[in-house]
């Protein structure tokens, strides 16, 4: 069942290694969260992780992780389309500060961003007339998140939608379609799975978000802890345990979420069939 | 119902792509525009669908009583793609292809505005109708990724033709698909016109497939048009150099007219039809390697046979003028080339059953 016949020989060596390696950098570690989490009895471990404190930091991170990744969805997908579809003075600029969440220390982010919206900051000074605080609220963890999540959408659906055939929109205009059914009907369907790979991905990277968010959330108990800093907390008690356990069920959680993404994504993958590579040249 | 095209301008930065195209497509008729690559043919076919603005320049489109206008350069009026109810078939197929075959038909029946939108029930028996023209309707369900070159083209015309079109316009549609499956295509291409009497206009760069399948072939070079005529008109009666070699090979001949022969090196050559000059003028002949016979001991040119090849029944000849004025190319029928006993490096008559002359002075620059 293993055998593979290839033009390139060193399936076995090669899986080998694969497998050697997930298990060094990420099994191995990732077991020990679930050992050490079981050296609580059931019951401890329960009461540690359905806390009401814990309990509202798990709605604070997910939820907020959600609203991140469906803003950067769709703002994500317009700066693409603005990075691929037009021409302007400086865009190279733009599309290098695109990268910028990736490569900033998430903690100078944090402090920027919490200074910024600050009451007296330079935004949170016009939005605090209005009754919007945004420092030291669930919306600051929601903007912190945003920030770092929007590389992982516009990266992901950029080169989709470089490849994406003009042809097909002067099809569909020519057919009668109006531009707004052209990108609907033709458009969204064929970049939706780079969309939703671009969502999940800046949905993980949400979840495990620490860095950027601890200087703008509060950390108020009950209203503005994210689940990271609950297990941070622990630690610093030396309850490791405790934290462990909060790990571990993190873990799984986030797991079957991505999991879901990725069923989904599977799914629509199927119901779209990949192009076939003469549909993707360039006409002559 | 026909299309007026009236001075047509287009240029991209200092390329210009078309300089005053005038041309008209009459009624049910099916044009090839036909040219090398960069001669503006596809620019012009995209300028008549709306796909590309011109510069200057009036397109008409006449209905049955009164003329639309699709753009006007003057005012500055110009009709979207969207609103020109014309049918465009892409070298590429351009099928959407998240949809299966049927939602690819059904596309341009079902955006239409709510008030004019047929029902289901009518979209799928339209759309049936449309698979069984194109001889598909076995391939409704499947997706544009599972099937053929020549499967998607036809598919993608089903689709074009479900909005019922004015004029159906078509960008090298043949252009990506294997020499076979071309050649096919293109017989069920006239035979589809003849059915639906669609004005037709397409784009090839291939002179056979202009001749074989258009009512009229458009030549262009340049910008510019250079022809207008049908296929036998084209190829038998070429109006400039360019058209003569575009359509098939050539072997070109400098010399001089006078008293209707052509002089070429030290052969004279009586020209059928050609009106006596009094005085010799420089000219240039053309003919095509088919008109060209060989003999051991005839009239005409003295060259030596450089090589051959067998090409079904006919035999291709490379030959070299004694004189070293060039290399001529002739197409010998086998039973002569058996007959006649040629081989390699014998010194043979090349004599030209027909000529071309161009004696213009312009249109010998043009070369």
């Known amino acids: ?81 603005v990075l691929v579809r037009y021409e302007f003075p400086a865009k190279k600029l733009v599309d290098a500060l695109v ?84 990108f609907v009907m033709v458009i969204l369907p064929s970049i939706g799975p780079a969309v939703l790979t671009g969502f999940a991905l800046a949905f993980a990277r949400a979840i495990g978000e620490y860095g950027s968010v601890i200087f703008i959330a509060g950390n108020i108990p009950m209203v503005s802890e994210i689940t990271p800093l609950m297990i941070v907390t622990k630690l610093e008690q030396y309850d490791e345990a405790g934290a462990t356990s909060i790990a571990a069920a993190m873990l799984v959680a986030s797991f079957l979420l991505l999991l879901g993404i990725n069923l989904l994504q599977a799914w629509s993958s199927r119901v779209l069939p990949p192009a076939a590579p003469d549909q993707l040249e360039e006409p002559a | ?95 959407f292809r998240h949809m299966t075959v049927f939602d690819n038909v059904a596309f341009g029946l079902r955006v239409r505005p709510k008030s004019e939108r047929p029902t289901e ?8 109708e449309l698979l069984r023209l ?56 006239r035979r589809l016109h003849d059915e639906l009497h669609v004005t037709s206009v397409f784009v090839t760069h291939d002179q056979d497939e202009a001749l074989e399948v258009a009512d009229r072939v458009v030549v262009m070079n340049e910008g510019r048009i250079e022809q207008i005529g049908t296929p036998d008109e084209i190829y038998d009666h070429p109006a400039t150099p360019f058209v003569y070699q575009f359509l098939g090979d050539v072997n070109l001949f400098h010399g001089r007219v006078s008293d209707g022969h052509a002089h070429i090196g030290a052969a004279a050559i009586q020209l059928a ?9 420089a000219a240039m002949f053309y003919t095509r390697p088919h008109d060209i016979e060989l003999s051991h001991d005839g009239g005409g040119l003295e060259a030596r046979i450089q090589g051959a090849r067998r090409a079904g029944g006919v035999v291709k000849v490379r030959l070299e003028r004694i004189d070293g004025h060039g290399a001529v190319e002739a197409e010998v029928p086998r039973e002569s080339w058996e007959a006649e006993a040629f081989c390699e490096d014998q010194v043979v008559r090349v004599y030209p059953k027909r000529l071309k002359v161009f004696t213009a002075p312009e249109t010998a620059l043009a070369t």
């Open chain 1, 1 to 81: 069942m293993f055998r593979q016949s290839n033009v390139l020989p060193g399936f076995n060596i090669s899986l080998g290694f694969t497998i050697f390696y997930l298990s060094l950098v990420v099994l191995i570690p990732l077991s020990a969260v679930f050992l050490k989490s079981f050296t609580l009895t059931w019951d401890e471990f329960w009461a540690a992780v359905t806390a009401p404190r814990v309990l509202a930091s798990y709605r604070l991170t997910f939820g907020a992780s959600l609203a991140a990744a469906s803003i950067n969805a769709v703002f994500g997908l317009l700066v693409a389309w």
């Open chain 1, 99 to 182: 990268d910028l969440p990736f490569a900033l220390p998430t903690a100078v982010a944090g402090i920027t961003l919490a200074t910024i919206y600050a009451k007296n900051g330079w935004v949170g000074q016009f939005l605090a007339p209005l009754g919007i605080k945004v420092a030291f609220t669930p919306l600051g963890v929601v903007v912190a998140l945003t920030f770092i999540g929007l590389p992982f959408v516009v990266r992901t659906i950029q080169p989709i939608l470089e490849d994406f055939p003009k042809e097909m929109e002067e099809a569909a205009a020519s057919l009668g379609a109006t531009r707004v059914q052209t």
């Open chain 2, 1 to 95: 119902m026909s299309i007026h095209v009236k001075k047509i301008v287009k240029r991209f930065g200092a390329f210009n792509a078309l300089r005053e195209i005038d041309l008209e497509v009459g009624e049910g008729e099916l044009i090839a525009l036909l040219g090398p690559s960069g001669c503006g043919k596809t620019t012009l076919l995209r300028i008549i669908a709306g796909l590309e603005t011109p510069d200057s320049g009036e397109i008409w489109f006449h209905g049955n009583e009164e003329g639309e206008v699709w753009f006007h350069g003057d005012d500055s009026k110009c009709q979207h793609v969207r609103e020109r109810q014309v049918g465009f078939v892409f070298q590429h197929y351009a099928l």
């Open chain 2, 121 to 128: 029930a009518t979209i799928k028996e339209k759309v049936m």
């Open chain 2, 134 to 189: 194109v001889q598909l309707d076995w391939l409704a369900e499947r997706y544009p990724a599972q099937l053929s070159g020549g499967q998607r083209q036809r598919i993608a015309l089903a689709r074009a033709l479900a909005v019922e079109p004015k004029v159906l316009l078509l960008d090298e549609p043949f252009g990506a698909l294997d020499a076979q499956v071309r050649k096919e295509l293109r017989r069920w291409l």
């Open chain 2, 273 to 281: 039809g050609h009106e006596p000059a009094d005085t010799a003028v």
